[in-house]
């Protein structure tokens, strides 16, 4: 997983998901446009962040680890357990 480029400001958050309501195209391979990065922040519990890049990687977010999502890279979560998290989109 790859740092945000510190010249990024943040345009748009999402509202708080838990295990119960984060939206099903996030369970499955999706991207951002072109310019566009995110960072997938997790308020109590775990997220696996999961990059399809070669090799894939997996990742556990928590509280202290946030997810870098990069442009165009093609990736999904899945939460462990009880979870709550929002993601904030950058250019």
């Given at each position: 997983m790859r740092e945000l480029p510190k010249d990024l400001e943040v345009y748009k958050k999402t509202p708080i998901f838990n295990q119960l309501?984060?939206?099903?195209?996030?369970?499955?391979?999706?991207t951002t446009k072109a310019g566009t990065w995110g960072r997938?922040?997790?308020?109590?519990?775990?997220?696996?962040?999961?990059?399809e890049s070669s090799p894939q990687q997996e990742i556990e977010l928590n509280?202290?680890?946030?997810?870098?999502?990069e442009p165009q890279v093609p990736h999904?979560?899945?939460p462990v357990g009880e979870v709550?998290?929002?993601v904030e989109f950058l250019k």
């Open positions: 309501t984060v939206p099903a195209g996030l369970l499955k391979t999706h997938i922040r997790v308020n109590k519990g775990k997220l696996l962040y999961i990059i509280v202290s680890k946030y997810g870098v999502v999904y979560i899945k709550e998290f929002f």
